[in-house]
């Protein structure tokens, strides 16, 4: 990643023991984060943040708990502040922009005991225009066992809000008050109509992994709940606990680069290796039918194939090795020649990616990764990751770095949900931790996950389009809609679907996959990228309706999904206002005789144009807007 402007102003205050409070501004000065020591009817150390003179967070516990030791939590004074303001800018190896900002204040603030055995830490804090972030950082040359933390996020009302217990559950509206213990983040509190804030963590690398549970004394408490004890005998630094804040949903996911910023700078030097593209997943474990499916790839601008789950066994065996093929009996009979398909998808320019379990991931990876890289595989998808403790958090992230020094991009299943740390380790193209279409969610649920867990970043959902769930789920513009405002970087498409030639194994993988019909609609899935220069989230309501436009090079891409029936006006204002362009439209024709019933139409549009869309219920839209290139008749 290239830096592109960075101003740094530094300031150091010594304080001592005679401040008890102190105020961080963003740089627009409307959000402010106080950290105080302990003022009347306080918790001993605590925090409060204010938005626009409204208070979003009343004063709310820090501190850590420890095994054998007291707490670090009262009796602190503040002893320095260290200060600095940063406004750069950065540019992505990819993203849903091409450059982000960065810009926030930061004070590193020294605490230190007043009594035995005077103990010293840091709070570090940064409050950006999009909300604000800290972070325990704790020198030690002993072993230190934290059994909790007492970060506390204090209400003052019981908002709205929506609660998912796992990384792939369904969303339900809730509250404050009815926050089930481990809801996930990141949490979306709705406090009124333009104050909308995300509580979530960021930079999780080697900690337990943090959820939200409700505090059993006070309804409109939540605390910071652990996957596990952490351990330490070095010194160390816990991941960010951030508090988003915008006047829309929509804007807090437009913001949801915040969480990359709070990620260090990318740690590889050379990224040509990293290739973003769209995914057929070949679901007969044959060569025939990964044959058929790099053929499809390449004639519809698809960019990589990915052999799933029973190419080298049963994924749960003991006796499986990924180190070798041997397809699981019970899924297909074969036969699957790995080389003869890496060596005819690099022919046809396709790459392959490899599904290999966490089983044989824990006893593998070191001769795995160098193997699959003389393979001449270009990624894998690791499956049913174990997340939560910080054994589990650091052995993943550590297999993300030694990935990369293979030259392994990678896509990770189930559970896991990124914090961030795809900036760092850009070879994390995506992940699931996401209730994708596998497990058929309607609109409603889509329209929930688009402004909650995208704000987190990359979701695998598995996209569908011929498969039957389709009608169940919404409509099939609705699908080509989801692919557009649902980001990820490797972008899997007609996942429950087979090319033509591709075989069937009856009872086996792929016997119940329809058929991808060679008809228009295919056009959408082949010109469709899956990163961006620019996005604009033009309108959203949680679980109602949104619409997302974005541009790659000189084209705009737009979605909209709704659950109930809508009218509205989209403006084209965004467009280059001195050219012409041409708009392909997608969108659900329930009067058509075709399967699909996805009418297509082209119309000429400009920066003036503001379109009528009418969308009935779960359908949605997509638009492709190019710029119109005019023929010249000699």
């Known amino acids: 990643m290239t830096k592109l402007t960075s101003i740094l102003f530094f300031s150091c205050l010594?304080?001592?023991?005679?401040?008890?409070e102190i105020k961080i501004l963003s740089p627009d000065k409307k959000i402010v984060l106080k950290v105080s020591t302990g003022l009347k009817n306080e918790p001993a150390l605590n925090y409060?943040?204010?938005?626009?003179?409204?208070?979003?967070?009343?004063?709310?516990?820090?501190?850590?708990?420890?095994?054998?030791?007291?707490?670090?939590?009262?009796?602190?004074?503040?002893?320095?502040?260290?200060?600095?303001?940063?406004?750069e800018t950065w540019k992505p190896v990819y993203g849903e922009k091409n450059r982000y900002l960065n810009h926030y204040k930061e004070a590193i603030i020294q605490l230190k005991e007043l009594k035995t055995p005077f103990r010293s830490f840091s709070i570090t804090a940064r409050v950006y225009n999009e909300g604000v972030a800290f972070k325990y950082t704790i020198n030690t040359?002993?072993?230190?066992?934290?059994?909790?933390?007492?970060?506390?996020?204090?209400?003052?009302?019981?908002?709205?809000?929506?609660?998912?217990?796992?990384?792939?559950?369904?969303y339900t509206r809730g509250s404050i008050s009815k926050t089930a213990n481990g809801t996930e983040r990141p949490y979306v509190i709705e406090m009124d109509q333009s104050r909308f804030i995300a509580l979530g963590e960021a930079a999780l690398t080697d900690y337990p992994q943090m959820k939200f549970s409700r505090s059993p004394k006070d309804s409109l408490l939540l605390l910071a709940a652990l996957g596990s004890k952490a351990v330490f005998n070095h010194d160390f630094s816990t991941p960010w606990r951030y508090i988003m804040v915008a006047a829309s949903a929509g804007k807090l996911l437009e913001n949801n680069h915040f969480i990359l910023n709070l990620n260090h700078p990318s740690a590889l030097n050379e990224v040509s290796w990293i290739k973003p593209g769209k995914v057929i997943r070949e679901v007969t474990l044959t060569t025939t039918g990964s044959k058929a499916c790099i053929d499809f790839a390449a004639r519809h601008h698809l960019q990589y194939i990915e052999l799933d789950a029973g190419w080298y066994g049963h994924e749960y065996d003991d006796a499986s090795s990924a180190l070798a093929v041997n397809v699981d009996p019970s899924r297909s009979p074969g036969p699957l020649d790995m080389q003869e398909i890496i060596a005819y998808g690099k022919q046809k320019g396709?790459?392959?990616?490899?599904?290999?379990?966490?089983k044989a991931l824990?006893?593998?990876?070191?001769?795995?990764?160098?193997?699959?890289?003389?393979?001449?595989?270009?990624?894998?998808?690791?499956?049913?990751?174990?997340?939560?403790?910080?054994?589990?958090?650091?052995?993943?992230?550590?297999?993300?770095?030694?990935?990369?020094?293979?030259?392994?991009?990678?896509?990770?299943?189930?559970?896991?949900?990124?914090?961030?740390?795809?900036?760092?380790?850009?070879?994390?193209?995506?992940?699931?931790?996401?209730?994708?279409?596998?497990?058929?969610?309607?609109?409603?649920?889509?329209?929930?996950t688009m402004f909650t867990r995208m704000l987190a970043g990359a979701a695998d959902m598995t996209n569908c389009y011929f498969a039957p769930r389709v009608?169940?789920?919404?409509?099939?513009?609705t699908q080509m809609a989801k692919a557009i405002c649902i980001y990820s970087p490797w972008q899997f498409v007609y996942w429950y679907d087979r090319p033509p030639g591709s075989p069937i194994n009856k009872g086996g993988a792929g016997s119940a996959a329809s058929v991808i019909a060679e008809i228009p609609d295919l056009s959408f899935y082949d010109e469709l990228p899956t990163v961006w220069d620019d996005t604009k989230v033009i309108a959203g309501k949680i679980g109602e309706y949104g619409t997302i436009a974005r541009r790659n090079g000189n084209n705009w891409y737009i979605g909209s999904i709704t659950d109930k029936e809508?009218?509205?006006?989209?403006?084209?204002?965004?467009?280059?206002?001195n050219k012409k362009y041409e708009a392909t439209v997608y969108a659900d024709d329930a009067s058509l005789q075709t399967a699909t019933k996805v009418a297509i139409r082209r119309i000429e549009v400009d920066a003036s144009t503001i379109l009528n869309i009418k969308l009935l219920t779960k359908n949605g839209q997509a638009i492709i807007i190019k710029p119109l290139v005019r023929r010249i008749i000699q």
């Open 566 to 577: 809508r009218s509205f006006n989209l403006p084209l204002g965004f467009l280059n206002k």
């Open 471 to 477: 009608d169940k789920m919404g409509s099939h513009a």
């Open 141 to 170: 040359k002993k072993q230190l066992t934290i059994t909790a933390e007492l970060t506390g996020f204090k209400f003052t009302k019981d908002h709205t809000s929506w609660i998912a217990g796992l990384a792939q559950s369904n």
């Open 14 to 20: 010594s304080l001592w023991v005679q401040a008890k």
């Open 362 to 448: 824990s006893k593998e990876l070191d001769m795995l990764l160098p193997l699959y890289q003389s393979w001449g595989v270009k990624g894998i998808k690791y499956g049913f990751v174990n997340v939560g403790s910080q054994p589990h958090i650091s052995w993943l992230h550590q297999a993300v770095r030694k990935a990369a020094d293979h030259q392994m991009m990678l896509d990770i299943h189930d559970e896991y949900r990124p914090t961030g740390y795809s900036r760092t380790y850009p070879n994390l193209m995506t992940q699931e931790g996401v209730r994708g279409d596998e497990e058929s969610p309607d609109s409603k649920q889509i329209l929930t």
């Open 350 to 358: 396709i790459g392959v990616i490899l599904y290999v379990n966490q």
């Open 48 to 87: 409060s943040v204010l938005y626009q003179d409204n208070l979003i967070i009343a004063a709310s516990a820090l501190g850590l708990e420890f095994e054998n030791e007291n707490a670090l939590s009262d009796n602190l004074d503040f002893i320095s502040v260290k200060q600095k303001l940063v406004n």
